[in-house]
């Protein structure tokens, strides 16, 4: 049982923090024609599921405001 808690242990240390992108904050709340309470839906959606921070992050402006329109829509928050 120690050698299973160990083992979870060790891991835990070896994964670290998980690295976000310097711009993620700005690339989102930046954005025109959203509410501010809108962005901080999608900045926390996007800092809890980091494999499409990436993709976001390197869309234009025109795609990361399609991206934010449709990911706000369907979680019906507009």
Same mark, same amino acid.
């Given at each position: =049982? +120690?050698?299973?808690? %160990? %083992?979870?242990? %060790?891991?835990?240390?070896? +994964?670290?923090p998980a690295h976000v992108d310097a711009n993620l904050y700005l690339d989102v709340m930046e954005m025109p024609g959203f509410s501010e309470e809108a962005l901080i839906v999608a900045y926390t959606f996007l800092l809890d599921n980091k494999t499409q921070v990436r993709g976001f992050? %390197? =869309? +234009?402006?025109?795609h990361r405001a399609l991206w934010l329109r449709t990911f706000l829509a369907k979680n019906y928050y507009v």
């Open positions: =049982m +120690s050698d299973a808690a %160990n %083992n979870v242990a %060790n891991a835990l240390r070896e +994964s670290g992050v %390197n =869309m +234009s402006d025109a």
